[in-house]
Antibody, heavy 118, light 106 residues
Framework: EVQLVQSGAEVKKPGDSLRIACQGS????????ISWVRQMPGKGLEWMGN????????KYSPSFQGHVTISVDKSISTAYLQWSSLKASDTAMYFC???????????WGQGTLVTVSS | DIQMTQSPSTLSASVGDSVTITCRAS??????LAWYQQKPGKAPKLLIN???TLESGVPSRFSGSGSGTEFTLTISSLQPDDLATYYC????????FGQGTKVEIK
């Protein structure tokens, strides 16, 4: 069974750094891309970027380029989304999704809620 | 960047009604379009891929059509379980989501 399991909820202060995780199982991790999607409270879905785990090739949405880093550790079938300095506006639910290179996401993680508050 | 414009933002219909959601792309995406259903507190669920291909296990009352820049999602006989927000998504160049359509049951 294909599963994407995300790390747990986080509460951070502005300026903190953070890395959240998405671990894949039940499939060959390097055969599918991982995308990250943000959903701010009460708002719609925003694509942040994706990564090809086979070679770590990464593409970012212009809206998120330079604000986050997407990476992968294929030895443990895990993708990461990282911030070096959080802002209150980063408060949101973050989802990872698995997909072929050009396709929608059939499998999604359960989401990680990130709360940034002083 | 490819922009996706979805309408309406909210629709209210009765059980058994047929409802249609429209999505327009800012440039041609051929059929690189997906539709998702999202219920509160849950991850999105893929309903339709390649504009009109129904995902396994999705009820046949859902259907998608279109190509190029104009696409539609139709629910042929609305059921109480269809209460959700629906999003279109292009995946021809990265991903872009429409703004979402909240479907309410009268």
């Amino acid at each position: 069974e294909v599963q994407l399991v995300q790390s747990g909820a986080e509460v951070k202060k502005p300026g903190d750094s953070l890395r959240i995780a998405c671990q894949g199982s039940g499939y060959t991790f390097t055969n599918y891309w991982i995308s990250w999607v943000r959903q701010m409270p009460g708002k719609g879905l925003e694509w942040m970027g994706n990564i090809d785990p086979s070679d770590s090739d990464t593409k970012y949405s212009p809206s998120f380029q330079g604000h986050v880093t997407i990476s992968v550790d294929k030895s443990i079938s895990t993708a990461y989304l990282q911030w070096s300095s959080l802002k209150a506006s980063d408060t949101a639910m973050y989802f990872c999704a698995r997909h072929p290179r050009v396709a929608g996401g059939r499998y999604w993680g359960q989401g990680t809620l990130v709360t940034v508050s002083s | 960047d490819i922009q996706m414009t979805q309408s309406p933002s909210t629709l209210s219909a009765s059980v058994g009604d047929s409802v249609t959601i429209t999505c327009r792309a800012s440039q041609s995406i051929t059929t690189w379009l997906a539709w998702y259903q999202q219920k509160p507190g849950k991850a999105p669920k893929l309903l339709i891929n390649k504009a009109s291909t129904l995902e396994s296990g999705v009820p046949s009352r859902f259907s998608g059509s279109g190509s190029g820049t104009e696409f539609t999602l139709t629910i042929s006989s609305l059921q109480p379980d269809d209460l959700a927000t629906y999003y279109c998504q292009q995946y021809g160049s990265g991903w872009t989501f429409g703004q979402g359509t909240k479907v309410e049951i009268k």
